[in-house]
């Protein structure tokens, strides 16, 4: 039911920039998209969510392009803290309670 | 001070018993959910709670009964557990009312084993 596809690996130096693609080219005009990360068999965490406007908080960046079919998650530097399983995932705006979580990206960060 | 708590972290059981997981989050939220992570990671979800009232069960055998005694708490109770179950089982909760995104807490899981 994963409405979205994202790559199953991807390494990334410590300090740099990981970016983590999702495509989600069946998005519905009224559907967000959010992004959870699963560090090492730990209960998911949250990292930010987005509409259509580019969004930024303390932990990461969200660019959604301008016809929502894909978006990337930006960590800005990475740490090897930051290893994890990273989850794109698209909700219904008036169903809250449907969150499918795919299959993921690992990041692996390393030194 | 955890937001989301689940016990037992680890249960180990045999076939046909019937076993509980409780969860309680002091985070005021009024919508709690329970989560199933199977051994290829993928997570699914089972039962979502909204002030104490089902409003999810995404095809989950009767087996699985959630039951909520109030807002704070939502536990899963499964009878005549099957070697299938074994998995790890994630509660979470948000606040769904008065706002326009669900940000989702998840507890730190209970891994079960059904031998």
């Known amino acids: 039911d994963a409405k979205t596809t994202q790559p199953p690996s991807m390494d990334c130096a410590e300090g740099r920039a990981a970016n983590l693609p999702c495509n989600h080219s069946t998005i519905s005009g009224n559907e967000y998209v959010y992004w959870y990360r699963q560090i090492h068999s730990q209960g998911p965490q949250y990292i930010i969510h987005?509409?259509?406007n580019n969004e930024t908080n303390e932990m990461a960046s969200l660019i959604i392009t301008e016809d929502r079919k894909s978006s990337t998650l930006i960590l800005p530097h990475a740490t090897l803290r930051d290893t994890a399983v990273y989850y794109c995932i698209v909700r219904p705006l008036y169903n809250f309670n449907k969150f499918y979580f795919g299959s993921g990206t690992k990041l692996n960060v390393k030194p | 001070d955890t937001a989301v708590s689940q016990t037992p972290k680890y249960l180990v059981t045999q076939m046909g018993n019937d076993k509980s997981i409780k969860c309680e989050q002091n985070l005021g939220h009024d919508t709690m959910y329970w989560y199933k992570q199977d051994s290829k990671k993928f997570l699914k979800i089972m039962f979502s709670y909204n002030n104490k009232e089902l409003i999810i069960n995404e095809t989950v055998p009767n087996r699985f009964s959630p039951k909520s005694p109030d807002k704070a708490h939502l536990n899963l109770h499964i009878n005549s557990l099957e070697l299938g179950d074994s998995a790890v089982y994630f509660c979470a909760s948000s606040q769904v009312s008065g706002g326009s995104y669900n940000e989702q807490f998840f507890g730190p899981g209970t891994r079960l084993t059904v031998l």
């Open positions: 987005g509409l259509k």
